[in-house]
């Protein structure tokens, strides 16, 4: 199986949470993207921080990190990929098994009547964007203050004490539940092997591989190598 974090994205355009770059810089997420800011002034929300994921989304398609484990399940080698982003890029790639432990962007719904609407389709012309019945809209995914949907990490949980390997890419593996999967697997007997471009809190106690790069020009060098290993044996 693999987890995986806004680092398998950033090659695709979309700007991590921390480090360097973008739409993260200029607000503090902790604070924007909290739900208690969101309910108070949707409005100011939707202006500071889902209009510019909007705008980068919609854009987005899958890179090589996200091609590459599509590679995996098409050669039986990967089963299920747990995700902490929004963005559906891993979908688009082509793998049928997502957990998306943070929601999903790609929908938003109606605080009123609990209808949903694609959010390609969401007119931005006012402020807070509304339903046909009036009521506000928000993203299907999950703000910081709010909690994890129930089956996600029920799921996440059982895939990580069942796997034999844990592939971690791109995550700072600090935003909690989701950074204790990887410790779950290990605790069962799994083999972590982990791609970033730097080390994170999970590389010296439980990485069993730290391959140091961007998930862009890794992936596809594993695939070869594990394609060229298995048609070698
Ligand atoms: P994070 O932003 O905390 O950490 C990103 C990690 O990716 C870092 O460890 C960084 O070193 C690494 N990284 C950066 N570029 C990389 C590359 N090209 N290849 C490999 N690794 C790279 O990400 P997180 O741990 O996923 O937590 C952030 C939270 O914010 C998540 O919970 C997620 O829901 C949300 N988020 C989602 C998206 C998205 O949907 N694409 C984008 C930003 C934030
Ligand atoms: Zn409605």
């Known amino acids: 199986m693999a987890l995986t974090g806004a680092g398998i994205s950033v090659e695709s355009g979309i700007p991590p949470f921390r480090g360097k770059g973008g739409l993260w810089e200029k607000i503090d997420p902790m604070e924007v993207a909290h739900i208690d800011a969101f309910m108070d002034d949707p409005a100011r929300v939707w202006k500071l921080l889902i209009q510019d994921m909007k705008a980068v989304l919609d854009k987005a398609r899958p890179n090589p990190g996200h091609t590459g484990l599509a590679d995996f399940e098409q050669a039986g080698i990967l089963r299920t990929i747990i995700t902490q982003n929004v963005d559906s890029l ?23 009547c ?7 389709r969401v007119e931005l012309d006012q402020m807070p964007p509304r339903c046909n019945c009036g009521g506000i809209l ?24 069942q796997c034999d390997a844990m592939l971690v890419i791109g995550t700072s593996a600090t935003v909690q539940p989701a950074a204790t999967m990887p410790f779950i697997a290990k605790d069962n007997g799994a083999v972590i092997i982990e791609i970033n471009r730097e080390p994170t809190p999970l590389t010296q106690p439980i990485s069993d591989l730290a391959l140091m790069g961007a998930a862009g020009s890794v992936m596809p060098r594993l695939v070869r190598a594990v394609s060229q290993r298995r048609s070698s044996t």
């Open 138 to 161: 928000r993203p299907d995914c999950v703000f910081f203050g709010e909690m994890i949907p129930q089956q996600a990490l029920a799921r996440s949980q059982q895939v990580s004490a």
């Open 90 to 112: 891993h979908q688009a790639a082509g793998n049928n098994d997502v957990i998306e432990f943070h929601g999903n962007f790609a929908w938003q719904r109606c605080l009123n």
């Open 114 to 120: 609990d209808g949903m609407i694609e959010t390609t």
